[in-house]
């Protein structure tokens, strides 16, 4: 939390409809992540920016895509094409250099499909 | 493929007494190791974290131990209390890109 906005805390979605979730954050840090948590895994990386207009395919890009026009932002949209998509989405961000390279999370959007 | 293995997966400890939680990871390319924290319904927080010249750090309670030889590091926790009970995350990063490679988590419970 802190500085980080995630939007919205539930979501709701049919199958076959594409949903954004927001990512906003005011900490003025370059890097940004998202993730999605499944129960009894780990976090697993959807895609990452590390500057705006530019951000790489992370580990289970499949099914979802990204866009990052402002530092602020960096919205992630789960396409019809992704298969299982009800999970625990989270945010993060980073600002290299720093000496515990820490990433801190937003309070995360939880995605049910119905 | 997962190169950071997590055990347990769940554990349940006395009020004052210590938890443990271990951590072993494969690749040798890592060069940071943070433990997270997480509540329900909540992201992660950074708890604790260690570089590998390092064999052993301590804040507070919490306390690393880094086995770089045997490729595994372990969270202790003293006096362990319930406002501890949360879910724990190792993740290693990977020099080269600086990506977080996670554990699958282990939920712990402090019982009063």
């Known amino acids: ?10 979501l709701f979605r049919k199958e076959g409809q594409n949903v954004t979730l927001s990512c906003e954050q005011n900490l003025n840090h370059d890097a940004m992540y998202w993730y999605r948590q499944d129960p009894g895994q780990g976090l697993r990386l959807i895609y990452y920016s590390q500057i705006v207009n530019d951000f790489q395919k992370g580990d289970i890009a499949e099914g979802y895509s990204v866009s990052r026009e402002k530092k602020e932002s960096f919205p992630l949209t789960v396409t ?16 290299p250099g720093r000496p515990t ?3 801190f999370f937003g309070p995360g959007t939880r995605l049910t499909v119905l | ?21 271990n951590c072993a990871y494969e690749n040798t390319a890592f060069d940071y190791f943070p433990w997270y924290q997480q509540f329900p319904g909540k992201g992660p927080a950074l708890l604790i974290a260690i570089r590998p010249d390092v064999s052993e750090k301590k804040e507070g309670r919490f306390t690393i131990s880094f086995n770089k030889s045997a490729k595994q590091f372990s969270l202790h926790i003293m006096d362990s209390q319930p406002g501890d009970s949360a879910t724990y995350f190792c993740a290693a990063r990977a020099a080269s890109n600086y990506q977080l490679i996670w554990g699958a988590g282990t939920k712990l419970i402090i019982k009063p």
């Open chain 2, 1 to 21: 493929q997962q190169q950071v293995k997590q055990s347990p997966q769940s554990l349940i400890v006395q009020k004052g007494g210590i938890s443990i939680i």
């Open chain 1, 101 to 103: 390279d820490e990433q």
């Open chain 1, 1 to 10: 939390d802190g500085g980080i906005t995630q939007s919205p805390k539930y």
């Open chain 1, 80 to 95: 019809s094409a992704q298969k299982n998509p009800t999970a625990f989405y989270l945010c993060a961000t980073r600002t």
